[in-house]
């Protein structure tokens, strides 16, 4: 299997694209031009027409299409769909109609705000309160959503049964070691990079103070707020961010299978 990794900038800030603005001004140029000239005018911009040059390579009027369809494939080395994305009157069209389309991605009230899926849309347009109109739903944020990605069934399943266990085992004395282990456990499903966030919102969560977004971690708060009311209460946040900060690093370098292929997208065929 071979694998194209995606270039992923954490710390990277997204800006909203302005492309909007340089594809409508290519519309106001090619609606001008049409008017003046006619669509036959069209014939030597087209950059299609650059493949028209193989069957007929004596029409030097091909060469002007070709030269653009060349300018355009060196410009999709470093831009994403230059064409389709800055220059293309009908996607300036569909972009228009996308921002009123019935169809779109939405974020839930479960998303951790962990800003991925706007570093990875290839479209710049999986910010907050983006319309959306670029968008070709290619999923590709949502195959990178972080939301449940690092929630592994199998340790979950295992939390419960320690929690099982020691609800048959009735050794009080020992309820903020077992509380620590558990902590520790559940903060290892949290995803990398905004794991100390959604410590702080699992904590909250056992204080009462709101639900956590995951139901499957919502279930494990409810059973150890039933079981370590006064233990809660005495949990020192600051330490756990501490561990937090000392292990990441490692874990990063640990991630499972599963996971791992959660940071890949693109092309894969089979050797």
Known sequence: MVRFKAVINFDQEI??????????G?????????????????????????FLLV?????????????????ILFLSLFVYRPFCRYVCPFGLIASLIGRFSIIKIRRTESCLDCG???????????FQKSKKGECYLCYRCMDFCKNEMFIDHM????????LIAFKL???????????????????????PYKRIKSFDKFIEALESKHDFST????????????????????????????????NESKWKNRLDSYQKDKLYYGLTKEE
């Open 15 to 24: 800006k909203k694209s302005n492309n909007t603005y340089i594809r409508l």
């Open 55 to 71: 069957w007929f390579p004596l029409d030097l009027l091909y060469l002007i299409p070709f030269s653009i369809l060349i300018i």
């Open 155 to 162: 340790k979950l399943a295992e939390i419960h049964r320690r």
């Open 169 to 191: 085992s009735n050794t009080d004395d020992q309820n903020e070691e077992f509380l620590d282990k558990i902590l520790k456990n559940v903060i290892r499903l949290f995803i």
């Open 116 to 126: 991925l899926c706007e570093k990875i849309c290839p479209t710049l347009e999986g």
């Open 215 to 246: 139901e499957a971690v919502q279930n494990i708060v409810i059973q150890l707020s039933s079981m370590f009311p006064n233990e809660i209460s005495k949990i020192n946040k600051i330490d756990y961010k501490e561990w937090i900060k000392q």
């Open 26 to 50: 290519f519309f106001v140029f090619f609606t001008i031009f049409i008017l003046i000239l006619g669509f036959e005018a069209l014939t030597p911009l087209n950059p299609l027409n650059g």
